[in-house]
Structures are given as C-alpha cells and as structure tokens.
C-alpha cells in the first residue's frame, strides 16, 4: 500500500553492472551495498564491526549512466529509495527472498573522501515556443475560446451593488460628537452646553486685539468611564 523510503550509508561491494531486462528491454545499472555497524568492544576497549545489511541497488534512466560512469567498487555511498523485498523461486523449486532498493538519489559520503562533481547537460531540446498550436491546447487536449455571452463569470462581476445594500450613515447626537471630539484630542464645540460648563469650568478667554495675547488654555477635565 504505502513505499517504504530509507537511506543507507554503506560501501559498494563490486563494480556497478549494466543489465538489460527481459521483457521490456530496459537498461538498469545494479550493484550491492552494504552497510555494517560499528560496536565498542569493551572488554578491549577496541571497537569493532557489528551487524551489516546488504541490499542490491537499482537505478534506472539516467541515474543508471551517471552511476555507471562514477561508481567504483570500495566508494562510500549514501543511497536513497524505496527498499523491497523480491520473491521469486530458483532453478531448483527453491523460494528464495531478496532485498532490493530502486535508487531516487546516489551520492558519495564525503565524511569519508573528496569528490567533483560535473554538471551533465541534457541532450534534448524542449520547445517553448508561443504560437497557435501550442495555444489551443490546454492539458494535452484541443480547446477552443469561450464568447463572453457565453462565460459564467466575468471580472468584478458581482451579483449585486454593495453601496445599495448598506444603510446610510447617521448623523452622531451633539452629546456623542462632543465626547469623540474630546477622544480625538479637540476642543469641545462652542456654545454648547458641554459637561465642562456644568461643571463650573471656565470658558477659553477670547484674544485680546490690543495686547496681542493668546487664548488662555484650560486644562481639559479627565473623563471617567460610567
């Protein structure tokens, strides 16, 4: 039901081998990998080799010619893909198991050594050309233009005005334009009967014309919450 992805670290066994399948004629290059675990003796205080799993590798297309030309028998490889198991029955009626990985990516462990990596260029060439043709298909099938009579939809096409279906904006009450003026930092409206003449706050002077001198400012009273 569900691949099985891992990454093994671990030493190529022998040289890489091209193969060609049967049925279908298809080029794989295979080898063996196999990673061994290192345990600490410590009776001798020495470590030493534990548990190694081996599993032959696939890898197919373009994978199979760049692992054929960089691979070598002994290289430190860090592979990964989906492992499974092969059962299949041999010349003597035998069954017979084995573990095999089709290789996503190989690459060598460069905690272990030096390597250069060259860039392969493809060799086909892809068309990217706008022209007619290549216009009228959309997903690998012919299309044709839709009129505009025709469309379910077209741009900003709303099903109705949303200035229509709001109320309009009423005017705040005197009361409630004094406070958010008060908020807002203004001075109350003039003339009213504000909260600060009734209680018992003096009005701003008006400038004098002769003297020059300026409105005398009144310290607003601190508005406490009801």
């Keep these: 039901m569900y691949d099985t992805f891992v990454t093994i670290v671990g030493n190529v ?14 080029l794989v290059t295979t080898f063996k990998i196999a990673s061994t675990s290192r345990r600490l003796n410590r009776e001798t205080g020495q470590w030493a080799d534990g548990n190694s799993l081996r599993v032959r590798v696939n890898c197919w297309r ?10 070598t028998r002994g ?13 299949w029955v041999d010349e003597q009626g035998a069954k017979r198991t084995m573990y095999e990985l089709d290789a996503i990516a190989v690459g060598h462990d460069l905690s272990r050594g ?3 990596f060259e860039r392969i260029k493809g060799n086909t060439a892809t068309s990217a050309v706008e022209d007619a043709q290549a216009a009228q298909r ?34 705040p009450p005197p009361a409630a334009a004094a406070v958010a003026g008060d908020e807002n930092g203004d001075e109350p409206p003039a003339g009213g009967d504000g909260a600060g003449a009734a209680a018992g706050e003096s009005a701003p002077s008006e400038p004098d014309a002769e003297s020059g ?9 601190a508005r406490v919450p009801a």
Excluded at 140 to 165: C, I, L, M, N, R
């Design 13 to 26: 066994l022998h040289e890489p081998e091209w193969r060609r399948t049967t049925n279908t004629g298809v």
């Design 62 to 71: 373009t994978l199979a010619s760049n692992v054929k030309n960089s691979v």
């Design 75 to 87: 290289d430190p490889l860090i592979v990964t893909g989906r492992l499974f198991t092969r059962d």
């Design 114 to 116: 030096r390597a250069v």
């Design 138 to 171: 959309v997903g690998g099938e012919a299309t044709e233009p839709v009129p505009d009579h025709e469309a379910p939809s077209q741009f900003d096409d709303t099903p109705f005005d949303a200035a229509f279906d709001r109320p309009p904006p009423m005017a």
């Design 213 to 221: 001198a300026g409105r005398r400012r009144v310290p607003r009273r």
